[in-house]
């Protein structure tokens, strides 16, 4: 490995301790408040406010770097044979998935977690024929096992507007949607109906343009802003497939950012919300360090 290389993996790994001694930080202060009723962090609950409850806590949000910070703990798991040097990885991992159930409480991340891991999973291998097969089975034998303890189908049924603890969210969110497409189709779709506040009261229910996920920035922006919105995942899909084929060094890393961050903005975490903005840079840095590669091998 040259310098540059080296300088590269050190200045990862330390975005990635970064990134999990922030959650490891805000677990203290949510469990310090939620179980001991001291807040130490104030600040952190005042981002969504004290109502912001599930579970009968008050919940903390991650940090635009938990999609970085779980490809990497996930592709050094996939690579690493060393089960004394897995076992801090799964550790890792297993940390980060409690944290997205318990304190942020968010389903969607959960399962954006599970496929990215599968997407991972596929790719990094040897062989993705047998990387898929052998997906398939596992996950096979997952779901028969879960489905039988109705675990599937509990968790599943959070999503419906019929969920009793989580339907009326799920109902204000499927009428919020409707609500801000028809403001945009009454405004201009090319150009949207323009910046607003986040959350807008409709009589006694107030509704956040950030459960919207990506579709915020359709309705925002209009058409035009929606595909400049896109592009950096359009380029990014391209350039990861072909760094993957071409087997480069970052091409595994670059599709899994892609992908997890498109999954998220597709449900409700945007890249674009004030609050993950900040990985952009990084999935864009990614983008032109693949594609250079790409270019250098297509010159060689």
Known sequence: MNSNNETKESFIKGIVLLGLGALIFRFGGWFIYNYLGYNLVPGYFDVMGYNWIRNGNVRIGGTFLDGFVFIYLSLQLLKDRNLKVAS???ACLVFMVIYSYFVYGSRSQLLCYICTFAILYVVKGENIKSGVLNLVLILGGLI?????TST???????FSVDDKMYGAGTLVRVNGQKLYQ?????????????????????GLTKYYLSDLGILRNLYQYGVIGFIICIIPFIDGIITAIVGVL???QYGVLLLGLVM??????IASQNVYDYSRIMILPFLLAFIGIVFRENKLRRMS
């Not at 599937?152 to 959070?158: D, G, H, I, R, S």
């Not at 028809?182 to 409709?202: A, H, M, P, R, V």
Request: proline letters at 0%; zero cysteines; a positive charge.
């Open 144 to 148: 028969v096992i879960l489905y039988t």
């Open 88 to 90: 801090k990885y799964i």
């Open 260 to 265: 997890y961050t498109l999954m998220t903005s």
């Open 182 to 202: 028809q403001q945009w189709l009454e405004s201009s779709k090319l150009f949207g109906f323009g910046i607003t506040e986040d959350g807008n009261y409709i």
């Open 152 to 158: 599937v189908q509990n968790f599943l049924a959070t």
């Open 246 to 248: 071409k087997k480069k």
